[in-house]
């Protein structure tokens, strides 16, 4: 069963330039989450999708951005990039069921802006 | 707001010597407590999930525990393949899946 897949896995952007990051969740997944990781801040919660909706947001100014697919499939963007954006991306899949907070975390997508 | 602490940052072991990973918490209404483990260059993998003081959960050589205040990682006999960061992450009952993490414990097992 393939895993939580993210693209691109790295990229380098400059300030001000926008950035789209890709997540295809496992196969019967339809919530998808996504969290930024720092080492100064640790994991923090974006957002979370499920059917298409947000049903969730965190705390993150309105430059991050998402959506989510019919297929479940989910993109997150950041425009007017700043240098506080450099951060590991990371999409979490799950099945949304009961109080399970089991999340299936792809390997991410490490963001520097320069 | 709620706050989740894990201690200590750092934690250097001997192969087999066992020790525990702390994670307070701060949360209005808890949903559900859990661990994952963070392998460098990698996702968070899920270990755990805890919903109830007195509640413990075990897997090969990590048992996890749950009061009212914290959650306890006992790691028993541990090898070097354990060294990881550990995470902890409560979830609100009002938050949807939305799961807020501690800042991890790294843990390094040397032979």
């Known amino acids: ?114 | 707001e709620d706050q989740v602490t894990q201690s200590p940052e750092a934690l250097r072991l001997q192969e087999g010597e066992s020790s525990s990973l702390n994670c307070s918490y701060t949360v209005s209404g808890l949903r559900g407590l859990f661990w994952y483990r963070q392998d460098p260059g990698k996702g968070p993998e899920f270990l755990f999930t805890l919903y109830s003081a007195g509640e413990e959960k075990e897997k090969e050589r990590l048992k996890a525990t749950l009061t009212k205040k914290e959650s306890f990682l006992h790691i028993t006999a541990p090898k070097p393949e354990d060294s990881a960061t550990y995470l902890c992450a409560v979830q609100r009952s009002n938050s949807g899946y939305a799961l807020n993490f501690g800042k991890g414990t790294s843990l390094l097992v040397t032979p």
């Open chain 1, 1 to 114: 069963k393939a895993g939580v897949t993210q693209t691109p896995r790295y990229l380098i952007k400059t300030r001000g330039q926008q950035v789209t990051l890709s997540c295809s969740p496992i196969s019967g997944h339809r919530s998808v989450s996504w969290y930024q990781q720092t080492p100064g801040q640790g994991l923090q919660f974006l957002f979370e999708y499920f059917s298409e909706t947000q049903r969730n947001k965190g705390n993150f100014p309105g430059r991050f951005s998402g959506r989510q697919f019919s297929n479940s499939r989910s993109e997150m963007n950041v425009s007017t990039l700043e240098l506080g954006d450099s951060a590991l991306y990371l999409c979490a899949s799950s099945l949304r069921t009961g109080n399970s907070g089991e999340l299936f975390f792809g390997e991410g997508s490490r963001l520097t802006v320069l």
